[in-house]
C-alpha cells in the first residue's frame, strides 16, 4: 500500500524530462510567446533596405515574457532604429525579438525557451501589441514560420475580427509557460524543510525571482494573499470550476475578483512562505481537492 504512491512519483520523475527533450534535429523553433499564432506573415524585402515585412508578427499582451526560440548567444540588446531589441545568435541563424525590454545582457548564453525580457505595447508594425520575431542568416531575411513548431503552418487572424479560442491547457503546457525545470513532482515526499513525509500537493517549477507568472487559462482570481506555508499566492477559478493557485510569489499583481484571460501576468516568482528558493508551486484544484497538474486534461 504504501509503496504505490512512491512508484506513481517516480515514474513521473523519470518520464517528464523526456517529454520536455526534443530529439529533431535541427529542432524546430520554440513560440516566443504562449499564444502560438502569426498575426502577420512573412514578405520577404527584394533589397536589403527594401519594403517588406521582415519577420513575422506575434499577438501577445504587454507585460508577456518573451522567450528564445532556441538556445543560443544573446549578441544584442538596445535600441534599433527606436525599438528595443534582442537579438540571439544560434549558430548560423539569428533570431530578432522586438519590441523587447531586455532582462538579458550581451555574452548571455540562453537555454531554449529562457525569457529574453518583457513583450512593450505598441510596436509600429501592430494594430495591436505584437512581437516581432525577425530570422536572419548573415543579412538575409529568412521567414521564421518556416522554423517555428507547426512546422510552418499557420492561421492568420483578423485583428479587428472577435479573438480566436484560447489553446486547451493540460500538464506539459502548464509547465511551459514558465519554462523551468520541474524540481519537485507532485505526490508523496519527505519535506525539504520539515523532514516530515506528506502529500506534495503540486509541482514545483524551478524559475528565477522575479520571473513573471502567466494565468494557465481564463477564470477570475479567487484568493490573492499571504496564506502561511503557500506564501504569497493568488487563486484562479477556470470556467469548469477548476482551480489553479501559484504559490511562494514575490508579489502578487491580481487582485481577488479580477477576470484574468490565459497567459495574463498574475504575480512574480518568490520564495515567500516554507520555501528553500526561488520557484513556483503550482496547483490545480478539482472539487478543492488537490490533483496532479501534469496528469490534467485541457
Ligand atoms: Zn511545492
Aim: net charge neutral.
Amino acid at each position: 500500500m504504501a509503496l504505490a504512491p512512491r512508484r506513481a512519483f517516480a515514474a513521473a520523475v523519470i518520464t517528464l524530462p523526456l517529454a520536455l527533450v526534443p530529439h529533431d534535429r535541427p529542432a524546430p523553433w520554440a513560440w516566443p510567446l504562449p499564444t502560438q499564432r502569426v498575426e502577420r506573415a512573412f514578405d520577404a524585402p527584394r533589397t536589403e533596405y527594401g519594403p517588406g515585412h521582415r519577420g513575422v508578427d506575434l499577438p501577445g499582451r504587454p507585460g508577456e515574457l518573451v522567450r528564445a526560440v532556441d538556445a543560443g548567444t544573446v549578441t544584442f540588446a538596445g535600441q534599433v532604429g527606436g525599438v528595443m531589441t534582442v537579438t540571439v545568435e544560434h549558430g548560423t541563424e539569428r533570431s530578432t525579438y522586438q519590441p523587447v525590454d531586455p532582462t538579458v545582457s550581451v555574452g548571455d548564453a540562453v537555454d531554449r525557451g529562457a525569457p529574453l525580457g518583457t513583450l512593450l505595447p505598441r510596436h509600429p508594425s501592430c494594430a495591436t501589441t505584437c512581437l516581432n520575431l525577425g530570422r536572419l542568416r548573415g543579412s538575409e531575411y529568412l521567414d521564421p514560420a518556416e522554423r517555428l513548431r507547426s512546422g510552418g503552418r499557420f492561421r492568420l487572424i483578423s485583428p479587428d475580427g472577435p479573438p480566436p479560442e484560447p489553446p486547451g491547457w493540460n500538464g506539459s503546457g502548464l509547465v511551459n509557460l514558465l519554462g523551468g525545470p520541474i524540481t519537485s513532482a507532485f505526490g508523496m515526499r519527505v519535506h525539504p524543510v520539515t523532514g516530515e513525509r506528506k502529500l506534495h500537493d503540486g509541482v514545483d517549477i524551478g524559475a528565477a525571482c522575479g520571473t513573471p507568472v502567466p494565468a494557465l487559462a481564463a477564470g477570475r482570481v479567487s484568493r490573492s494573499e499571504y496564506r502561511g506555508a503557500y506564501g504569497e499566492q493568488v487563486e484562479i477559478v477556470h470556467d469548469d470550476g477548476r482551480a489553479t493557485s501559484y504559490s511562494h510569489l514575490s508579489r502578487r499583481t491580481a487582485r481577488v475578483g479580477d477576470e484574468v484571460a490565459a497567459g495574463d501576468i498574475v504575480g512574480a516568482v518568490g520564495t515567500t512562505g516554507r520555501s528553500t528558493g526561488c520557484h513556483l508551486h503550482l496547483m490545480l484544484l478539482v472539487d478543492g481537492n488537490p490533483v496532479d497538474p501534469l496528469t490534467a486534461r485541457g
